[in-house]
């Protein structure tokens, strides 16, 4: 019996995977097989290695929580980023707080504070549309991520949709099943992603020589409404 404290790259060394790997495997992750599973097991219970002694090692200093600040205020993108960080959280054990300033600077003040004294891991800033947002800086001392819309300081690490490749990817597809006559229906103008669909459509079609139905971009609102309204337009004038 090993009578000093093996550690998790002591695990993963006599598995013969990566620190990761050997975590998921003890973690019950379900993206490592099942082979892999029993090996990493069997070289734990060979070196005597317990993995809660481990996370509370490594866990000095740490609350096992996350933060999540959104200033969406339909929830419209930020339940399914929630949802997704629960699931990733989740396997390491641990929660996420939700916050939603409304859109308001103020208010997101006092949640900043209210999530820093709870001493969070890490934050997650969620924008309510894809244009960029001021940068919260460095002095939280945490790590943060901007998911959908980035922050204006490009050292950040933002997580955003690429939506001039998905208006590519949209038309490119349309093109494949023989359709030549496009039209594109869209959002408020001044919305970033609304401009980057429009100018991956644009570049498509372009390059084959097509033009849009109607010979432009129809924007409007964000609404299942508006999308209604200027389909029937549509398809009455260019039937």
């Given at each position: 019996?090993?009578?000093s404290?093996?550690?998790?790259?002591?695990?993963a060394a006599r598995a013969g995977v990566s620190t990761a790997t050997a975590s998921k495997a003890?973690?019950?992750r379900s993206d490592v097989s099942e082979a892999t599973r029993r090996k990493v097991h069997a070289a734990a219970q060979?070196?005597?290695?317990?993995?809660?002694?481990?996370?509370?090692?490594?866990?000095?200093?740490?609350?096992?929580?996350?933060?999540?600040?959104t200033h969406d205020l339909e929830g419209r993108f930020s339940l399914p980023i929630l949802m997704g960080a629960e699931d990733a959280a989740g396997a390491g054990q641990m929660s996420v707080f939700l916050c939603d300033s409304r859109g308001d600077a103020i208010r997101e003040q006092h949640?900043?504070?209210?999530?820093?004294?709870?001493?969070?891991?890490?934050?997650?800033?969620?924008?309510?549309?894809?244009?960029?947002?001021?940068?919260?800086?460095?002095?939280?001392g945490i790590p943060i991520v901007y998911a959908y819309a980035p922050s204006t300081d490009e050292s950040d690490m933002s997580v955003i949709?690429?939506?001039?490749?998905?208006?590519?990817?949209?038309?490119?597809?349309?093109?494949?099943?023989g359709r030549s006559k496009i039209a594109?229906?869209?959002?408020?103008?001044?919305?970033?992603?609304?401009?980057?669909?429009?100018?991956?459509?644009?570049?498509?079609?372009?390059?084959?020589?097509?033009?849009?139905v109607g010979s432009k971009?129809?924007?409007?609102?964000?609404?299942?409404?508006?999308?209604?309204?200027?389909?029937?337009?549509?398809?009455?004038?260019?039937?």
């Open positions: 019996m090993n009578t404290r093996s550690s998790l790259k002591d695990v003890l973690n019950g060979d070196l005597d290695f317990v993995p809660n002694e481990l996370a509370r090692s490594i866990a000095v200093r740490q609350t096992g929580t996350l933060g999540l600040l949640h900043l504070k209210a999530l820093a004294s709870r001493r969070i891991d890490g934050l997650i800033v969620v924008g309510g549309d894809t244009d960029p947002r001021k940068s919260l800086g460095r002095n939280l949709p690429d939506n001039y490749q998905g208006g590519r990817d949209v038309t490119t597809h349309l093109l494949a099943t594109h229906i869209t959002g408020v103008d001044y919305y970033s992603a609304a401009q980057d669909r429009a100018q991956g459509v644009a570049d498509v079609l372009d390059a084959q020589g097509l033009s849009l971009v129809f924007f409007g609102e964000w609404s299942e409404q508006w999308g209604r309204t200027a389909a029937h337009a549509l398809v009455d004038k260019h039937p």
